[in-house]
């Protein structure tokens, strides 16, 4: 739901801007209109300061930082260069240099090894190892063969400097582990910094009057704090009128939803905030994301493991605001695997020992020729775009009057009632020929809507001609809109086939069943086949339910979602 809000404009003098705007934040629940990016370089370096303390938190959370990758480069180069060196073995660089022959250093294959007329040069075998052979020339220059370059130092030189470096990582690793305590202090360092940028750009963003003498603010809060904010501000120094905030004044977008809704905002904000006169999508997002997330998993025991680590993510500070959604993901994937029949990759419609009762609530079958979980996903997919039909009415409605919206009403009788009557019509709850008669009725009248009365203020003939290209884009769009919900079913049948096929795999590895390696290998491959096509299937429910909500859904409801974000200035 989006909140109301009230306009609010201040006119004071401009020397008291400074302590007026402290006064107010002390009320948070102000958003002064201003700039969302910095407006010169004070504002700049307010935010660069940000930035600054933020990365620190995050590299002391992930307990490195561009030192510690420095050492682990050197580390990994150190590690490179004992592999190379290791078939050389011990030598002394100064002794070879004092020979007074050049040492070439090679490495060839056996075959082209065997090849060379080995007699003809001064040639010692270092090492062989994979096929190869490491050697040594002294002094020819005509070697058939490119050398290598000359190792810079022995064995036992770079093992130390390994050791070094491992000794160096470890201590370095535990400083950043300690600073971990100023975690909090930082926190609050960027909190409070982040309150002075927002201050500062309130306070530039006010516009001078009367010669610079006065400063007008403007600023937007929720009407429910109507009556406790016009005391506080009686008892500010400046004059303040109020009005009720409109579509034109663009006030900023607070959300107030109940805690399971509330999960989802996040999702909204990905998409963008409502407009002040438009439709709050989260309801419709939490119900519709849950259900096409839990089609596209279709597991039960993947369910159960999501819902093990939402658990689990409630202990993570990172990651905690996570956790409920985790959750309740995970609970809606298990009650909807359940219907689906899959536990883990197994068909448990097929065992012997679930109970009837629960069968009974299993989708199995087929309907009309097709997998009934086909037709169902295409049925949820027609709801769900009827429903933001109905939403894109009600609102056009609301916005435009009725004889506004008479166009977007031609639309929805047409298609909403022609699937209400549908339905009565198949399930043989109306007699056929009062079928024929609506049906009648009711595109007549979207007719009327759609080419005479779309524009009830142009003229009729170009209403019909944006009636008929409506009308070919509507037809040719809502057909792909439909099929789009296929993906819920096929996601779904992807991920429970791919568990079963792992879960076959496995099941070769037992052999006779009698206990030995043949077990280990069973549980090697259930427990990362599992956590392969979790993956996969997280990913895929993440991506595909996200599509259906902001393309279908969203184009369907006639969703634009350019609104701003409430950011009220506090302590």
């Given at each position: 739901?989006?909140v109301?809000?009230?306009?609010?404009?201040f006119?004071?003098?401009?020397?008291?801007?400074?302590?007026?705007?402290?006064?107010?934040?002390?009320?948070?629940?102000?958003?002064?209109?201003?700039?969302?990016?910095?407006?010169?370089?004070?504002?700049?370096?307010?935010?660069?300061?940000?930035?600054?303390?933020?990365?620190?938190?995050?590299?002391?959370?992930?307990?490195?930082?561009?030192?510690?990758?420095?050492?682990?480069?050197?580390?990994?180069?150190?590690?490179?260069?004992?592999?190379?060196?290791?078939?050389?073995?011990?030598?002394?660089?100064?002794?070879?240099?004092?020979?007074?022959?050049?040492?070439?250093?090679?490495?060839?294959?056996?075959?082209k090894f065997?090849?060379?007329?080995?007699?003809?040069?001064?040639?010692?075998?270092?090492?062989?190892?994979?096929?190869?052979?490491?050697?040594?020339?002294?002094?020819?220059?005509?070697?058939?063969?490119?050398?290598?370059?000359?190792p810079?130092?022995?064995?036992?030189?770079?093992e130390?400097?390994?050791?070094?470096n491992?000794?160096?990582?470890?201590?370095?690793?535990?400083?950043?582990?300690?600073?971990?305590?100023?975690?909090?202090?930082?926190?609050?360092?960027?909190?409070?910094?982040?309150?002075?940028?927002?201050?500062?750009?309130?306070?530039?963003?006010?516009?001078?009057?009367?010669?610079?003498?006065?400063?007008v603010?403007?600023?937007?809060?929720?009407?429910?704090?109507?009556?406790?904010?016009?005391?506080a501000?009686?008892?500010?120094?400046?004059?303040?009128?109020?009005?009720?905030?409109?579509?034109?004044?663009?006030?900023?977008?607070?959300?107030?939803?109940?805690?399971?809704?509330?999960?989802?905002?996040?999702?909204?904000?990905?998409?963008?905030?409502?407009?002040?006169?438009?439709?709050?999508?989260?309801?419709?997002?939490?119900?519709?994301?849950?259900?096409?997330?839990?089609?596209?998993?279709?597991?039960?025991?993947?369910?159960?493991?999501?819902?093990?680590?939402?658990?689990?993510?409630?202990?993570?500070?990172?990651?905690?605001?996570?956790?409920?959604?985790?959750?309740?993901?995970?609970?809606?994937?298990?009650?909807?695997?359940?219907?689906?029949?899959?536990?883990?990759?197994?068909?448990?419609?097929?065992?012997?020992?679930?109970?009837?009762?629960?069968?009974?609530?299993?989708?199995?079958?087929?309907?009309?020729?097709?997998?009934?979980?086909m037709?169902?996903?295409?049925?949820?997919?027609?709801?769900?775009?009827?429903?933001?039909?109905?939403?894109?009415?009600?609102?056009?409605?609301?916005?435009?009057?009725?004889l506004?919206?008479?166009?977007?009403?031609?639309?929805?009788?047409?298609?909403?009632?022609?699937?209400?009557?549908?339905?009565?019509?198949?399930?043989?709850?109306?007699?056929?020929?009062?079928?024929?008669?609506i049906?009648?009725?009711?595109?007549?009248?979207?007719?009327?809507?759609?080419?005479?009365?779309?524009?009830?203020?142009?003229?009729?003939?170009?209403?019909?001609?944006?009636?008929?290209?409506?009308?070919?884009?509507?037809?040719?769009?809502?057909l792909?809109?439909?099929?789009?919900?296929?993906?819920?079913?096929?996601?779904?049948?992807?991920g429970?086939?791919?568990?079963?096929?792992?879960?076959?795999?496995?099941?070769?590895?037992?052999?006779?069943?009698?206990?030995?390696?043949?077990?280990?290998?069973?549980?090697?491959?259930?427990?990362?086949?599992?956590?392969?096509?979790?993956?996969?299937?997280?990913?895929?429910?993440?991506?595909?339910?996200?599509?259906?909500?902001?393309?279908?859904?969203?184009?369907?409801?006639?969703?634009?979602?350019?609104?701003?974000?409430y950011?009220p200035?506090k302590?």
């Amino acid at each position: 739901m989006i909140v109301k809000m009230t306009r609010y404009d201040f006119i004071l003098p401009s020397a008291v801007k400074d302590d007026f705007l402290d006064r107010l934040s002390s009320l948070g629940v102000v958003d002064i209109t201003r700039s969302s990016k910095p407006v010169d370089e004070r504002s700049r370096e307010l935010l660069s300061e940000i930035g600054k303390v933020k990365s620190a938190i995050r590299t002391i959370e992930s307990g490195t930082d561009d030192h510690y990758a420095a050492l682990a480069s050197e580390g990994e180069k150190l590690r490179k260069e004992l592999e190379a060196a290791t078939h050389w073995g011990e030598f002394d660089p100064e002794r070879l240099s004092a020979l007074g022959v050049p040492v070439h250093f090679y490495c060839l294959p056996e075959k082209k090894f065997a090849a060379i007329p080995q007699d003809d040069y001064a040639l010692e075998v270092i090492d062989r190892s994979h096929g190869k052979v490491w050697f040594v020339v002294l002094g020819a220059s005509d070697f058939p063969a490119s050398p290598l370059p000359a190792p810079e130092r022995p064995v036992s030189a770079i093992e130390k400097a390994i050791a070094e470096n491992d000794e160096e990582c470890a201590a370095y690793a535990k400083t950043l582990d300690e600073k971990r305590s100023q975690i909090p202090s930082l926190e609050e360092k960027a909190s409070r910094l982040e309150s002075e940028l927002n201050m500062y750009l309130a306070s530039v963003a006010g516009e001078a009057a009367a010669d610079s003498a006065l400063t007008v603010f403007e600023g937007f809060a929720p009407s429910s704090d109507k009556e406790r904010l016009e005391k506080a501000f009686d008892e500010l120094d400046c004059v303040w009128l109020s009005a009720e905030a409109t579509l034109e004044d663009n006030p900023p977008i607070k959300l107030k939803n109940n805690w399971f809704v509330r999960m989802f905002e996040p999702l909204t904000d990905m998409y963008g905030r409502p407009d002040y006169n438009e439709f709050d999508p989260t309801p419709y997002i939490s119900v519709f994301f849950l259900l096409f997330f839990a089609m596209c998993m279709g597991d039960a025991g993947y369910g159960l493991l999501l819902f093990i680590g939402g658990l689990l993510l409630r202990k993570v500070e990172s990651f905690k605001s996570l956790a409920p959604l985790v959750t309740t993901l995970g609970v809606g994937t298990f009650v909807v695997g359940i219907v689906m029949h899959t536990f883990f990759g197994v068909d448990i419609a097929a065992l012997s020992w679930i109970p009837s009762w629960l069968k009974s609530i299993m989708i199995t079958g087929t309907i009309a020729g097709f997998e009934a979980q086909m037709v169902l996903s295409l049925v949820i997919g027609v709801v769900h775009l009827c429903l933001a039909m109905v939403v894109k009415t009600v609102y056009a409605t609301r916005n435009r009057g009725f004889l506004g919206s008479l166009g977007v009403w031609g639309w929805t009788l047409l298609i909403v009632g022609g699937v209400v009557v549908g339905t009565l019509a198949i399930f043989k709850l109306l007699p056929p020929e009062v079928v024929k008669w609506i049906i009648i009725v009711l595109g007549a009248v979207s007719a009327l809507g759609i080419f005479l009365f779309n524009d009830i203020k142009r003229n009729p003939l170009k209403n019909i001609g944006s009636g008929l290209w409506e009308t070919y884009n509507t037809v040719t769009g809502l057909l792909g809109d439909v099929l789009s919900y296929l993906r819920l079913y096929a996601l779904g049948l992807a991920g429970g086939m791919l568990g079963k096929a792992f879960n076959d795999i496995a099941a070769m590895t037992l052999g006779d069943g009698s206990f030995g390696i043949g077990w280990l290998a069973f549980a090697v491959i259930l427990v990362i086949g599992h956590a392969l096509n979790l993956a996969m299937c997280c990913l895929g429910a993440f991506v595909h339910p996200l599509r259906l909500n902001f393309l279908e859904f969203f184009k369907n409801s006639g969703y634009d979602g350019k609104g701003r974000t409430y950011q009220p200035i506090k302590k």
